[in-house]
T-cell receptor
Framework: DAGVTQSPTHLIKTRGQQVTLRCSPK?????VSWYQQALGQGPQFIFQ???????QRGNFPDRFSGHQFPNYSSELNVNALLLGDSALYLC????????????FGSGTRLTVV | GQQVMQIPQYQHVQEGEDFTTYCNSS?????IQWYKQRPGGHPVFLIQ?????EVKKQKRLTFQFGEAKKNSSLHITATQTTDVGTYFC??????????FGSGTRLSIRP
């Protein structure tokens, strides 16, 4: 049990569609970061949410947006899907105060066809 | 922008042999973290190093943080099949952003 819950596990979408991925952080964690991991690559930082605000953003277009709720859970939205968006999307939670490593969820495998 | 690079990209060893992966950052890091990702799995946090020249051990794994806090290494002694996976180093580029290296994939011949 990773402590971080992501849903759905797998998703197949058509090019141009929109998708929402969900993440519940580990108990006691207040910060959520989203990463995109292409096959054979390291995780690429999308953005981080803390106190319901986007704190930092990686090199991803505005098609990628997110939200954090008062219970610290988070959503990642991707609009106008491209074939290149196919990847494993990882949610990582952490404690702002602790800053001692991330706990990752099992990820959502998104396939765009 | 900041880059974190790892070498080698792949390492294939005989079970029982040692393994080392190296991590280099283009900028000085406040800390370095190491993660392991099993095939088909997600990254799992192994350790965080903070001090210049720090060395930490976890059973057969030895982690080092360079004196200049720009490089790090992970050494596994006498590899076992359970060590198979990809090892990532990661460092903060800001308070809110951690950058991962490209990883070293370890495979083992039984």
């Amino acid at each position: 049990d990773a402590g971080v819950t992501q849903s759905p596990t797998h998703l197949i979408k058509t090019r141009g569609q929109q998708v929402t991925l969900r993440c519940s952080p580990k108990s006691g964690h207040d910060t959520v970061s989203w990463y995109q991991q292409a096959l054979g690559q390291g995780p690429q930082f999308i953005f981080q949410y803390y106190e319901e605000e986007e704190r930092q953003r990686g090199n991803f277009p505005d098609r990628f947006s997110g939200h954090q709720f008062p219970n610290y859970s988070s959503e990642l939205n991707v609009n106008a899907l491209l074939l290149g968006d196919s990847a494993l999307y990882l949610c990582a939670s952490s404690s702002r105060q602790g800053s001692y490593g991330y706990t990752f969820g099992s990820g959502t495998r998104l396939t765009v066809v | 922008g900041q880059q974190v690079m790892q070498i080698p990209q792949y390492q294939h060893v005989q079970e029982g042999e040692d393994f080392t992966t190296y991590c280099n950052s283009s900028t000085t890091l406040s800390n370095i973290q190491w993660y392991k990702q099993r095939p088909g799995g997600h990254p799992v946090f192994l350790i965080q190093l903070v001090k210049s020249g720090e060395v930490k051990k976890q059973k057969r794994l030895t982690f080092q943080f360079g004196e200049a806090k720009k490089n790090s290494s992970l050494h596994i002694t006498a590899t076992q099949t359970t060590d198979v996976g990809t090892y990532f180093c990661a460092g903060p580029s800001s308070a809110s952003k951690i950058i991962f290296g490209s990883g070293t994939r370890l495979s083992i011949r039984p």
